[in-house]
């Protein structure tokens, strides 16, 4: 078996990995669909539910909604199934065999959810319509928003043997990107947004909207949010040697 040291170091492996990972997803009608799902939840929901009743808020709703469906829904879509699969049809061990380091794979795989919580990001921005001026800082936040349950796909991704068994992790992935939304309705539970994995970018996307990202109630937040990603980071690179490999 090649070992770590030989295939880290073979030059173009990460960029292939993640060239058949992001086309996997694009050929896979059910993983494209519910990476699909949170721009066109808010199209039907602007032009069907919002736009007959012209709500002053809804562009700032439009917007915390667009970032919590990306960032709960697409990682555990683009990630944990097919890591998942790969491990049950046997892929991921022939991999290993030949020479594809096991850090090269998860690398790519955090990248692929990476870009596909970008893309979809920017379509729920577009739907949204929000001012175009708006749309650097909240593909910025989106992203950020979405590291923490990035790494936590990429966890969850290794310990799945199987699609069943990804289909149950997945859960908690969206249950828990998308709890600010149980928080926003009182001022002392706002306040602990940053408690949460993606509540600091939740509170930094409303503050966009409201037009105070830059205002000093942004920095609690911020920080709040900088901590998750570092945690889940540390956390997911001492975790994962830990996981069993494919027999």
Request: proline share 7%.
């Amino acid at each position: 078996m090649v070992n770590e040291k030989q295939a880290a170091a073979r030059p173009g492996i990460l960029s292939v990995l993640v060239r058949k990972y992001f086309m996997n997803v694009v050929k896979s009608p059910g993983l494209l669909a519910c990476c699909l799902f949170p721009p066109l939840f808010l199209l039907v929901f602007r032009f069907i539910i919002i736009e007959p009743v012209a709500h002053d808020d809804a562009s700032m709703f439009l917007l915390v909604m667009g970032m919590l469906f990306s960032t709960s829904m697409v990682p555990g879509t683009t990630i944990v199934y097919p890591m998942a699969e790969a491990r049950e049809k046997h892929t991921l061990r022939t991999m290993e065999l030949a020479g594809v380091g096991r850090a090269q794979m998860i690398a790519a795989h955090g990248i692929v959810g990476t870009l596909y919580t970008a893309l979809a990001g920017a379509a729920c921005f577009l739907v949204s319509g929000a001012s175009f001026d708006s749309m650097l800082p909240f593909m910025a936040i989106t992203v950020l928003a979405g590291a923490p349950l990035i790494a936590l796909s990429l966890a969850l991704g290794l310990v799945s043997r199987n699609q069943m068994a990804a289909s149950f992790s997945s859960l908690p992935i969206i249950l828990i990107g998308i709890a600010p939304l149980f928080f926003m309705y009182a001022e002392s539970t706002f306040s602990a947004l940053p408690l949460l994995p993606t509540g600091g970018g939740f509170a930094l996307v409303y503050a966009l909207a409201e037009g105070t990202l830059l205002a000093p109630g942004s920095i609690l937040p911020a920080v709040g949010q900088l901590a998750w990603i570092v945690a889940s980071v540390v956390a997911l690179v001492a975790v994962a040697p830990r996981i069993p490999r494919d027999e």
